[in-house]
């Protein structure tokens, strides 16, 4: 049997001794402190302009909020937003209302064509509203989101954009998909109107595939942007969910939000626990379903609805039934539907995390209803590819076409793609980021043109003594209408804020341009700063607790250089003697300037980053 050497004391404290890997701060650094901003698929700065919004500046504001985004309007409603779930004050307490702020704006500014007309001036995208004609000529298959973002940014450009549309509206998702209690079409058809007017020429009930192929696209236009998105609902393989009485939810809101007639019975289950499937439950209340039952594989915590669209469900008075998976379509003798058939289940997924649902022995039994609607997915519908002479080349991967990240470049020369059809199922923001990215390549491919963000930034020292009612102001939602009263509401439900809500709610930025910046040939390690944080985001160690070479060892360099030595060979005691570091934690900070306050020496300053972007090339 070997044996080993019990460690001594120091070896001991050498094993265990505590090692931090930090990062020396650079203007990058400081810009993703900004969490927003980082956290927005098209980079918009919400701080930027909540704290405009705050000051009075309303039309700085809005500039700041659509420069990067030509559905402005619509993300103040609709988004997803992302933003919100980066937010560093929702490490505090609760996040910002960053959505609800930017309706505010863009309301403020105006909805009607005129308005969005105007705000093309507005925008951050290469180019101008009237540039040079370049001679090229692109068409867009689909004319949603990520489609408008294409022909947006190339106009500007000097391109020609022809956009072939199926349906007799442009919008896509926004238009179709969108239920009227969240948005009403006027305001999107005027959003995508702007890019008309821009010069888009869009053909209206033109689907490809059928009325035109792709083929006769690539023979007419120098490159072609497929941004068909999901427009086929998955179906449910298990018996009696194959029959034309079962509702698919995307065709159902398909019809419903553009206004038309679609007749349902009055108890109706939902089969799904997304987004999608209460966009579905929510209209049919709106439809004269009298009850309704939503049926989800998921528990409460695993559904991928957001957390309001579930509250404000259950407020409207529909049923959610957790971990049940749905067995069977039930029937009578004449095939009219009288139930589904569901049992319940324990788990969803497996210890690797793969789906595998568990079932609850003997736990079947029969939920009455006599309408079902099915809204587990959304699948591409490729009829667009029909006629197409080069369908075999373009590569299908797990239902999506397979396009590279960043460039929407697919494997077939000239072809690019982008939006839900590309990557999956995502938000309006991300499809929009989808088209700028595509813009870009559309534009280097056939130009040759090689666009880069070019960023500047500057630092000022500013007073440390901020009011700190910033901390103190409670978080809220604009006002909803009561469910009563909303639930026979097919027009928008949620109020805008008053200007005083707007206001007193921009107030609550943490202002993450601003930070702390030490000075450490002023700090006599007094510790004050560490003492007085109200976060305990600071904290002071000796040089030999760093990890010097993370990375390429830059953090080594710094040392040496600053110290005018070789550390390499050093022991720990002797790291120790040199010096000491202040580390901070980003996540926590909550920019109050109190150790800069504290400081005795000065030795912390408050520092305000001046910055800014731009595309060039």
Not at 343 to 370: G, T
């Amino acid at each position: 049997m070997k044996c080993e050497a019990v460690p001594d004391e120091d070896e001991i404290k050498e094993r265990y001794r505590e090692i931090y890997d930090v990062v020396i701060p650079d203007l990058d650094y400081f810009i993703r402190q900004i969490d927003c901003r980082d956290g927005c698929p098209v980079n918009t700065d919400p701080r930027g302009y909540m704290l405009q919004l705050h000051a009075g500046n309303l039309l700085e504001g809005y500039k700041i909020a659509r420069g990067p985004n030509p559905f402005a309007s619509i993300c103040g409603m609709i988004c997803g937003a992302p933003c919100e779930l980066t937010c560093r004050r929702d490490r505090i307490d609760k996040t910002l209302t960053i959505r609800a702020q930017k309706r505010y704006l863009t309301e403020w500014f105006g909805l009607d064509k005129e308005a969005h007309i105007k705000s093309l001036e507005m925008s951050y995208a290469r180019g101008s509203t009237k540039p040079k004609p370049n001679g090229l000529k692109v068409a867009c298959i689909g004319a949603g989101v990520a489609s408008l973002t294409v022909a947006h940014d190339l106009l500007r450009l000097g391109y020609a954009v022809d956009i072939y549309e199926m349906m007799r509206m442009p919008g896509g998702m926004l238009t179709y998909g969108v239920p009227t209690y969240r948005l009403k079409n006027e305001i999107a058809l005027n959003e995508c109107y702007a890019i008309e007017y821009l010069g888009a020429k869009i053909h209206y009930n033109m689907k490809v595939g059928r009325d035109i192929t792709l083929t006769e696209l690539q023979e007419k236009y120098d490159a072609v942007f497929i941004g068909v998105g999901l427009w086929k609902s998955r179906e449910l393989p298990i018996p009696g969910a194959d029959g034309p009485d079962i509702i698919r939810g995307i065709e159902y809101l398909r019809v419903r939000c553009a206004g038309e007639e679609w007749k349902i019975k009055d108890n109706m289950v939902v089969v799904g626990g997304g987004n999608v499937a209460f966009d579905v439950a929510r209209t049919s209340v709106r439809n004269g379903a009298k009850k309704i039952t939503m049926v989800c594989l998921e528990s409460r915590d695993e559904q991928t609805a957001d957390e309001f669209e579930i509250e404000d469900g259950l407020e409207e008075g529909i049923t959610i039934l957790n971990r049940h998976a749905p067995l069977a379509v039930e029937r009578d003798a004449n095939g009219n539907i009288t139930g589904l058939r569901v049992q319940r289940i324990y788990s969803l997924f497996d210890y690797n995390n793969r789906f595998a649902p568990k079932p609850i022995p003997n736990s079947e039994y029969v939920i009455p209803c006599n309408t079902i609607a099915l809204s587990i997915g959304q699948a591409v519908d490729f009829s667009f590819l029909d006629g197409w002479d080069k369908k075999k080349d373009l590569i299908i991967d797990r239902g999506i076409i397979k396009s590279e990240r960043g460039t929407g470049r697919t494997t077939v020369k000239g072809i690019y793609a982008g939006g839900d059809a590309a990557f999956g199922a995502a938000l309006f923001i991300t499809a929009i980021r989808h088209g700028q990215d595509t813009a870009r390549a559309i534009d280097s491919d056939l130009s040759g043109a090689k666009p880069y963000q070019e960023f500047s930034g500057e630092f000022t020292e500013i007073s440390p003594m901020r009011d700190k009612t910033y901390l103190r102001t409670q978080w809220a939602l604009p006002a909803m209408q009561p469910a009563a009263l909303r639930i026979h509401n097919n027009e928008m439900v949620e109020s805008n804020y008053t200007d005083e809500e707007a206001h007193d709610q921009a107030n609550r930025c943490l202002q993450c341009h601003v930070m702390p910046v030490f000075d450490g040939s002023l700090c006599i390690k007094c510790n004050g700063c560490v003492d007085v944080c109200p976060c305990n985001c600071l904290k002071q160690v000796p040089l030999s607790k760093l990890n010097l070479d993370l990375g390429e060892g830059n953090l080594r360099a710094a040392v040496d250089n600053y110290y005018g030595v070789d550390s390499s060979n050093m022991l720990n005691e002797e790291l120790d003697v040199m010096g000491t570091a202040m580390l901070k934690d980003e996540d926590v900070c909550i920019r109050c300037g109190l150790c800069a306050e504290k400081c005795p020496t000065q030795a912390v300053t408050m520092d305000l980053m001046d910055y800014s972007f731009r595309w060039i090339g």
